[in-house]
């Protein structure tokens, strides 16, 4: 299995939250990431996420992305990606992949919708998909009308106030979603860490249940984390040049 986060992204251009240049530099959490936060000032915390959008709309999967995208449309690979990042670049990747080669190249799988057992499961949600704050009727992402709070988007079922399908601070990580994390890790012979400062939990804990079960840890970061002591390799260099020298050889 595979676990990434916001380091991932970096080479693609999406600022990552912590280290010198990370968004919590610039940005406090509990003023934009959290469920008090959108209550007191939705149109504040709507800003935030537009703005993160157009970003990461303007950003394309980078050579990380496009290695392990190609490595887990393998028909032989029983890869599971888990991804805390919400910037759905790894899907686009994997998207990506399966057109330009469903079945040629040695084996990929068959045309059509990528397989389930190759999406990646977004356990921080998709910053691409709006929830209802009052019913959670989850949406694809409508325009967003910044003009003031009375033309924030609302729901279509119940009329409460849209906010993006992320997880913030403070909340609950959807249960299903986070078992089946934990279930592929405990399952896992490897678990590839790639891009994650692993200070965030549940999610930094899910490569434990693989050690747990007497598998092994394999770290891409340029600095160390509190998982890199557990590591059997540890490969401190960027994602986007480290995963295709380490998956390509292997597809
Ligand atoms: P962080 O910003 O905490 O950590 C990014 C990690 O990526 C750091 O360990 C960097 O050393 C590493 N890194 C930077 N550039 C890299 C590169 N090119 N290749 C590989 N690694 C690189 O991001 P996350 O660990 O994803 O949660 O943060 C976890 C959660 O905290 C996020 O999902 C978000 C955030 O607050 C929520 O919003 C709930």
Redesign the pocket.
């Known amino acids: 299995m595979v676990l990434t ?4 992204s ?2 693609s251009g999406v600022p ?4 010198e240049s ?1 968004l919590w530099r610039s940005y406090r ?1 509990e003023e934009l ?1 959290t469920p008090e936060a959108f209550s007191r000032d939705p149109l504040l915390v709507w800003e935030w996420y537009a703005w993160r959008r157009g970003l990461i709309a303007a950003c394309e999967p980078n050579p990380g992305h496009t290695a392990l995208a190609r490595f887990m449309l393998r028909p032989s690979r029983t890869t599971t990606l888990v991804t ?2 919400v910037d759905g670049l790894h899907t686009r990747a994997l998207e990506r992949a399966h057109q330009e080669e469903p079945t040629g190249g040695g084996g990929l799988a068959t045309p059509g919708e990528i397989p389930e057992g190759a999406r990646a499961i977004e356990v ?1 949600g998709t910053i691409a998909g709006d929830r209802c704050s009052e019913c959670h009727l989850r949406s694809a992402a409508v325009p967003v009308d910044l003009t003031s709070v009375d033309t924030l988007p609302r729901c279509t079922e119940c009329g409460g106030l849209l906010r993006p399908d ?4 403070g909340e609950a990580l959807d249960e299903a979603v986070l078992s089946a994390a934990f279930e592929a890790a405990g399952n896992a012979d490897v678990c590839l860490v ?7 939990h549940p ?1 930094a804990s899910v490569p434990l249940a693989t050690l747990h079960n007497g598998g092994d840890l394999i770290e ?4 160390s ?1 509190p998982l890199s002591r557990h590591a059997r390799v540890r490969l401190a260099g ?3 040049e480290v995963l295709p020298a380490l998956l390509d050889p292997l597809g």
């Open positions: 986060g916001a380091g991932m970096a080479e990552t939250f912590r280290g990370g959490p990431a805390q990042n921080h992320v997880v913030w601070f790639a891009g994650t400062s692993a200070v965030v999610a891409v970061n340029p600095e984390t960027p994602s986007g």
